[in-house]
Nanobody, 122 residues
Framework: QVQVVESGGGVVHPGGSLRLSCAAS????????MAWYRQAPGKQRELVAR???????DYAEAVKGRFTISRDSNKSTVYLQMNSLNVEDTGVYYC??????WGTGPGSSEYEGQGTQVTVSS
């Protein structure tokens, strides 16, 4: 029905940059929000950045000024530009999409990809 696919992870040195991409496809009627979460080893999962259907964005304090979330004109692809990466940014990054599936009524559901690994290491 709905697929969410992330890409763009990898290994980078401290101070480097990466861009993550996430595409949602399938029987999607509308998307309420698209977000990036991350899970670092031994830490709780946290919201990194989110973009609402209105275009409003919000960020975790730890990434403000370094990460930028944006989306394609079709509004079903979202990007996370990550600059000035540090070792604390290491983790698995998951794309989470809050959307309404065609024919399922007014309520929304969340779909998530398999995650993409980001490793920041010297």
């Amino acid at each position: 029905q709905v697929q969410v696919v992330e890409s763009g992870g990898g290994v980078v040195h401290p101070g480097g940059s990466l861009r993550l991409s996430c595409a949602a496809s399938g029987t999607i009627a509308s998307i309420n929000a698209m977000a990036w979460y991350r899970q670092a080893p031994g830490k709780q999962r946290e919201l990194v950045a989110r973009i609402m259907s209105s275009g409003t964005t919000d960020y975790a304090e730890a990434v403000k000024g370094r990460f930028t979330i944006s989306r394609d004109s079709n509004k079903s692809t979202v990007y996370l530009q990550m600059n000035s990466l540090n070792v604390e940014d290491t983790g698995v990054y998951y794309c989470n999409v809050d959307l309404i599936v065609w024919g399922t009524g007014p309520g929304s559901s969340e779909y998530e990809g398999q995650g993409t690994q980001v490793t920041v290491s010297s």
